[in-house]
């Protein structure tokens, strides 16, 4: 069951002193990180704690482990610029925050692969039929920027984020209608291997049975993911 934590974050090695908070190294790639962690609904509240080298951040999840996973995909943390030293759960008494964690799912596969070859294979959209039949039940053919897909729910334009070094796979799905659908995906070390996570988080009229559904087509596609890339050979 979800739950709340109180992350502390503090300036690593990598921090410079002479420079202001949007002047660091990367500092795009680790707002819009952190942007994507409150759209998803994971991250609620963050910011810097004046005239300390802290940061507290309130984030919604089922575990500290599941805290400390996500947050380690943070461009800055990888790069030696922050450091999470305090994770823990915090109750909330007073008000309240964000929006219920049943509106946002975390699904996510081990796969025991490192994460670039991971991120190499899921981040060309040409093999989305081999694993994602979800999205793309056929061959997906490039226009522009886009990639056009058929998938079960119509034909849809994909367009993935920019390829990075930080693991980030996010990539926007436009139907027919018009509608544009934000898909936060993520690749992160996990110890020998990767974890893969797909953040599905429920459009507005919904219902219940129709999220499940949803759910339960996010996980098959992942499963068919962890299977194609576990028996692919080495390079």
């Keep these: 069951m979800a739950r709340l934590f109180a992350v502390l974050r503090t300036h690593g090695p990598q921090w410079q002193d002479s420079r202001p908070l949007d002047g660091q190294a990367e500092w795009p790639a680790h707002a819009s990180f952190m942007n994507a962690l409150e759209s998803e609904g994971f991250a609620l509240l963050a910011g810097p704690l004046e ?10 999840a089922t575990a500290a482990d599941e805290v400390r ?31 219920p964690m049943h509106d946002t799912q975390h699904i996510s596969i081990t796969i025991a692969l490192p994460p670039a070859r991971v991120y190499d294979f899921a981040s060309d959209p040409s093999n989305l039929p081999r694993w994602a039949a979800g999205l793309a039940r ?5 226009d522009g920027d886009d990639w056009i897909a058929d998938a079960p729910f119509g034909k849809v334009r994909v367009r993935f984020a920019e390829r990075n070094d930080f693991g980030v796979l996010d990539h926007d799905v436009t139907l027919e209608s018009g509608v544009t659908i934000h898909n936060p995906m993520r ?14 988080i429920r ?29 692919a050979p080495g390079p």
């Design 51 to 60: 005239g300390t080298r802290d940061a507290l951040v309130i984030v919604r």
């Design 187 to 200: 690749v992160v070390p996990h110890g020998e291997g990767s974890e893969f996570t797909f953040t599905l």
């Design 69 to 99: 996973s996500r947050l380690a995909a943070d461009p800055w943390v990888r790069m030696g610029l922050l450091q999470d030293t305090l994770v823990v759960p915090w109750t909330l008494r007073l008000g309240s925050l964000g929006t």
């Design 138 to 142: 056929s061959e997906v053919r490039r």
């Design 203 to 231: 459009r507005p009229g919904t219902s219940d049975d129709e999220f499940a559904r949803d759910k339960a087509a996010v996980e098959s596609d992942l499963k068919t993911l962890k299977a194609v890339l576990e028996g």
